[in-house]
């Protein structure tokens, strides 16, 4: 077996001025307001939302001028930039006063992040790290690492117990076993599954929980963290929390769909955890046995 140099190539952007991170809303609001900065709003994936295999976005966003933006548009102050994006108003005008120049751009070293190629590999921190897949255009934020372009053979050999071991030691360039053709091709599969279940599984909890807030949540509400987790209840514990936490009852004649709905979604959630812990154990199966390999 020989090795391979797959380089990590960035470390995610440095913290960003509070100032650019927007949430849903404030982003929203902005594009609607002014269609025109939609590109420069980008999604934000940070050490706190990184998640195996699949990490969703959308819920934070980041005005992400790169370096010399304003330069190349002419903007010198905060009233010149609100002048080219209006959209942007809303949420900066109260750091107008902020002293630091040109403080909503992100600096030099960010442009690495900001340029790395999809799809990619993103790489969190500590003794077992994240390992997700991203073929977004979010922005990751360090301490994550990105490796950049990526393919899932190499996501399935770092997923790998024995590859996030090495992750906490990785140094540039990162040395990566070269399985046998059948085998990475087999490693490569299985990460793939793997993306897909999880992807899967976030879509059904997500819109599961959004039906919940849009049929039973009064204006404003939010989910309580055992409705966000709505699988783990039995369905008399979903009655009871549905009605503490929005303030409002599934009504009697709507409990039958409701508990159908209920049982069919944590029936697939328990059949996916079930699913990608069987992918997880073939890939550690395969993989393992090439990092102990090169070890020796």
Request: some cysteine; glycine content about 4%; proline content about 10%.
């Amino acid at each position: 077996m020989t090795l391979k140099a797959m380089r990590i190539l960035y470390t995610g952007i440095p913290a960003p001025h509070p100032a650019l991170l927007f949430n849903r809303a404030e982003r929203d609001q902005a594009v609607i307001f002014e269609p025109a900065c939609a590109p420069l709003l980008r999604p934000v994936i940070d050490i706190s939302t990184l998640r195996s295999w699949h990490t969703p976005t959308g819920d934070r966003w980041l005005l992400a001028l790169p370096p010399g933006y304003s330069q190349q548009h002419a903007i010198t102050d905060f009233d010149s930039l609100i002048q080219r994006h209006p959209g942007l108003s809303r949420r900066l005008s109260k750091y107008a006063d902020t002293p630091e120049p040109l403080w909503w751009e992100l600096p030099p070293e960010a442009i690495p992040a900001l340029t790395a190629p999809t799809p990619r590999i993103l790489i969190g921190a500590g003794e077992q790290p994240i390992i997700t897949w991203d073929a977004s255009n979010a922005i990751a934020v360090a301490p994550v690492r990105i490796i950049a372009p990526a393919d899932h053979l190499t996501l399935a050999l770092l997923a790998a117990s024995a590859g996030r071991h090495r992750l906490r030691h990785a140094i540039d360039p990162l040395a990566l076993p070269s399985p046998p053709t059948h085998t990475a091709g087999r490693l490569a599969e299985l990460a793939a599954q793997a993306v897909a279940v999880v992807h899967e599984q976030f879509t059904l909890t997500h819109e599961f929980a959004r039906r919940l807030l849009a049929d039973f949540g009064p204006p404003g509400s939010v989910l309580s963290a055992a409705l966000q987790r709505w699988w783990e209840l039995e369905f008399r514990e979903l009655l009871v929390e549905v009605e503490r936490a929005l303030r409002n009852p599934i009504p009697e004649p709507f409990q039958p769909f409701w508990a159908a709905r209920h049982a069919e979604g944590r029936a697939r959630y328990y059949a996916l955890a079930a699913e990608l812990a069987a992918v997880e154990a073939a890939i550690d199966e395969l993989a393992n046995p090439l990092w102990q390999t090169y070890d020796q």
